[in-house]
């Protein structure tokens, strides 16, 4: 089983932005407006992208995926308040 750690970003338009708010909510870790981040296996990546696809419009919103395949060489580093509160896996 493969283990990616991810940072999704996304622009959604008002109406839809509470649906993905909460469906990413299962899967990801929320750092900040717009922004989760997280360890996540390759088939829960794959069904998270399934999901969200069925929530966006393709023409209106958009999501942005930034994947890694390891943290060895990935820093974080915050200035200012962490607003989704601390992360354990970094």
């Not at 023409?59 to 200012?80: C, H, M």
Request: glycine share 6%; charged share 30%.
């Amino acid at each position: 089983m493969s283990i990616l750690y991810v940072i999704l970003v996304y622009d959604i338009k008002e109406k839809r932005v509470g649906k993905v708010l909460k469906k990413m909510r299962e899967f990801l870790y929320w750092t900040q407006n717009s922004v989760f981040e997280g360890e996540i296996t390759s088939a829960r990546y794959k069904r998270m992208l399934l999901e969200l696809g069925s929530i966006i419009n393709e023409d209106e919103d958009s999501v942005i995926v930034y994947k890694l395949r390891t943290t060895r060489y990935f820093e974080k580093e915050v200035i200012g308040q962490e607003k989704g509160g601390e992360t354990n896996f970094l």
